[in-house]
C-alpha cells in the first residue's frame, strides 16, 4: 500500500489516520506536504466539531522516512513544519490518539495537537540528536512549552524513547489507558467536546496557546452567536445545549 493519509467525519468527529505500515507509518515527503489541505478542508467542514489524528495499526508514526533526508537541502524539515503549523493552527480541539511508537516526527504531530491521549506500551522520542539534525525552533518551543524546559532538554539532547507512564508525568500525555482501552475512551470523550461550545473551545484554544490581541474578536463572536443564551436556558431547563457557532 502507497503511504497516504486517510480521512474519514462521523457524528461530527473527524479522524485522520497516518498509514504507511511498511515502514511504522513513517511520514513521506508526500503526506508531509498533503496534511495541510487534509487539515483544511476538514477545518471548513461545518460538520467537523473535533479531529483526531492516529495512526494505523499499533503504531502512531516512527517519524518521517529517513530515506527521504538523503536528498540535499531541507525540504523534508520545511514540509514537516508546515504540517505542524497546520494541525497547531486547526480552529477546533485536536486530539492525538497514540499507541506503539511516535518518534520524531510523529511526536512533533502529536505535540501540535491540543490533547494526547496514549495507549499503555507506548513509546515516545524527539530524535534528531541522534542523526546530527537541528530541531525547528517552532517545534522545540512547542515541546518546551507543552513538558517545560528540563524535560524537552532531555528530550532533545538524548534522543532517548521514554515509555508512556514517564510521558504522562511530564505532561507530554494526558490520559493513558490499558491495551484495547483507549479507541473506547477517544470516541468517548470526542463526543463530549463535539456537544460542547465551539465558541468557548475555539476562544480558549486561542487565549492557551498566546494570542494577546484577540479579546475584542471573541467578544463580538459571543455577543453574536447565541450560544451564551442557549447554554444559560439548557442549564436552567436542565436539557442539553444545543450550541450552534461554526454550523
Not at 33 to 61: K, S, W, Y
Not at 128 to 141: D, N
Not at 142 to 160: C, D, H, I
Request: net charge negative; charged share 25%; hydrophobic share 45%.
Amino acid at each position: 500500500m502507497e503511504p497516504q493519509l486517510k480521512d474519514s467525519v462521523t457524528d461530527g468527529i473527524a479522524t485522520v489516520v497516518i498509514a504507511n505500515p511498511a515502514k511504522r507509518n513513517a511520514m513521506s515527503a508526500g503526506m508531509w506536504r498533503a496534511l495541510p489541505d487534509v487539515l483544511e478542508r476538514l477545518a471548513a467542514d461545518p460538520e467537523v466539531r473535533v479531529l483526531v489524528l492516529t495512526g494505523e495499526g499499533d503504531t502512531f508514526c516512527a517519524g518521517a522516512d529517513i530515506s527521504a533526508l538523503r536528498e540535499p537541502g531541507d525540504e523534508q524539515q520545511s514540509l514537516a513544519v508546515r504540517a505542524e503549523e497546520a494541525l497547531a493552527a486547526f480552529p477546533k480541539p485536536t486530539l492525538a490518539a497514540v499507541r506503539g511508537f511516535c518518534v520524531g516526527g510523529g511526536s512533533q504531530l502529536a505535540a501540535a495537537c491540543d490533547l494526547r491521549f496514549a495507549e499503555e506500551g507506548a513509546r515516545f522520542g524527539v530524535t534528531p540528536a541522534k542523526l546530527g539534525i537541528v530541531y525547528p525552533s517552532s517545534s522545540t518551543r512547542r515541546l518546551a512549552a507543552l513538558v517545560g524546559p528540563s524535560a524537552a532538554k532531555y528530550l532533545l539532547f538524548s534522543g532517548e524513547l521514554i515509555d508512556a507512564e514517564r510521558a504522562l508525568r511530564t505532561g507530554l500525555v494526558d490520559e493513558l489507558h490499558p491495551a484495547g482501552g483507549l479507541d473506547k475512551r477517544v470516541e468517548e470523550f470526542c463526543r463530549v467536546l463535539a456537544s460542547r461550545s465551539l465558541l468557548t473551545q475555539a476562544a480558549a484554544k486561542e487565549f492557551a496557546d498566546g494570542r494577546t490581541d484577540r479579546d475584542a474578536h471573541w467578544a463580538e463572536q459571543a455577543r453574536g452567536s447565541g450560544d451564551t443564551a442557549e447554554g444559560v436556558a439548557a442549564f436552567l431547563e436542565r436539557r442539553p445545549p444545543r450550541f450552534t457557532y461554526g454550523i
